[in-house]
C-alpha cells in the first residue's frame, strides 16, 4: 500500500512542475521546506523515499520524478517526467514542426558528434535545409535561444550539447532511435552523451564518472575489460582547460560509431 500522500508532498511536486527540473540541493531544501510549512516529519537523509511516495500516486497518470545527472559537474537533478510520451512530440505543445524538425536536427549533431557537442555553426547551417519550412540563420538563433531557456539545450562557448532535463525525459527515446551509438554510463548506468569510451572493450563513461573512478586507482584501467584506460583522466590533464569542441573531438564525423577519447 503507497505511503499517504501529504500537502507537503503536494507542494513539492507544485514547485518541481513550474521548475521542469531541479538540481539536487534545491530539491533538498525544497524537502525541508515543504515538511516544515506543513508540519509533517523530516529526515535529511529521506529525499529519495518523500519522491517515491509522490511517484507511487503519480502512477496512475503515467508521470514519474527521475532523478538524473548533470553531464559537465556530475550534480544529481531531479525531474519530472512524462512516461506516457516518450518521444519528441511531447514538445509538439510549445513549438512549431520547422522548430521540432530544427531540435531533431540538432540533437542528431550532438548525439552522432565525438564528444557529445554541436557548434552553433554547424546547427545554423541546417536553418535552411528544414523540410519542414526553411528558417532564416536570425530566427533559428532565437529559437536555440528558447531551448536553452526551457532547458532541452545547453549552450557553453558556442557549442551547444543535451540539458540534463533533455537526457532525464528523453533517455528512452534516445536509446531506442539511437541504437548504434546511444550507451549508459559504466558507472553510474545512466545515459552518457559526453564521455570516454574504453578503446579495447566499447563501454563508456560519464566526464564525472571517470574523474571520481580513477580517482582511487593507482593506474587508469578499464572497470569492464582492466586495458589501460588511454583517454585524459579529467582533472588531472590539459583537457580541463581545453574549449569542448577540442576536449577529444578528432575531425567531425557521422559514422554510427563509438566516441572515442
Not at 515543504?34 to 537523509?45: P, T
Not at 497518470?61 to 506516457?84: C, P, T, W
Not at 570516454?196 to 580517482?215: D, N, T, W
Not at 588531472?236 to 554510427?256: C, N, V
Request: aromatic share 8%; charged share 25%; hydrophobic share 35%.
Amino acid at each position: 500500500m503507497a505511503a499517504q500522500m501529504t500537502d507537503a508532498h503536494r507542494r513539492f511536486l507544485q514547485v518541481l512542475m513550474s521548475h521542469g527540473i531541479m538540481e539536487g540541493s534545491e530539491a533538498r531544501k525544497l524537502h525541508r521546506r515543504c515538511c516544515e510549512i506543513h508540519k509533517v516529519y523530516y529526515a535529511h537523509d529521506k529525499l529519495d523515499d518523500f519522491i517515491s511516495t509522490i511517484n507511487s500516486h503519480l502512477q496512475p497518470l503515467f508521470m514519474q520524478i527521475r532523478k538524473g545527472m548533470s553531464e559537465g559537474d556530475g550534480r544529481a537533478h531531479y525531474a519530472l517526467v512524462n512516461l506516457a510520451e516518450t518521444e519528441i512530440t511531447k514538445m509538439a505543445s510549445d513549438y512549431t514542426e520547422n522548430e521540432l524538425e530544427l531540435f531533431r536536427k540538432a540533437m542528431d549533431l550532438i548525439i552522432l558528434s565525438e564528444n557529445g557537442f554541436a557548434s552553433s555553426t554547424e546547427i545554423l547551417n541546417l536553418a535552411d535545409q528544414l523540410k519542414t519550412k526553411k528558417m532564416k540563420k536570425k530566427e533559428a538563433e532565437q529559437v536555440l535561444k528558447v531551448f536553452v531557456e526551457d532547458k532541452w539545450l545547453s549552450e557553453r562557448n558556442g557549442e551547444y550539447t543535451l540539458h540534463t532535463r533533455c537526457i532525464i525525459e528523453m533517455e528512452q527515446y534516445i536509446l531506442s532511435n539511437y541504437q548504434d551509438v546511444a550507451r549508459k554510463c559504466n558507472i553510474c548506468h545512466s545515459l552518457a552523451i559526453q564521455s570516454q569510451v574504453c578503446e579495447s572493450c566499447g563501454i563508456a563513461m560519464h566526464l564525472p564518472c571517470v574523474r571520481k573512478y580513477f580517482r582511487a586507482q593507482t593506474e587508469p584501467r578499464c572497470p569492464q575489460c582492466n586495458d589501460f584506460w588511454s583517454c585524459d583522466i579529467p582533472g588531472t590533464s590539459r583537457m580541463d582547460s581545453q574549449s569542448p569542441s577540442k576536449t577529444g573531438r578528432a575531425e567531425k564525423s557521422f559514422i554510427l560509431s563509438p566516441r572515442r577519447c
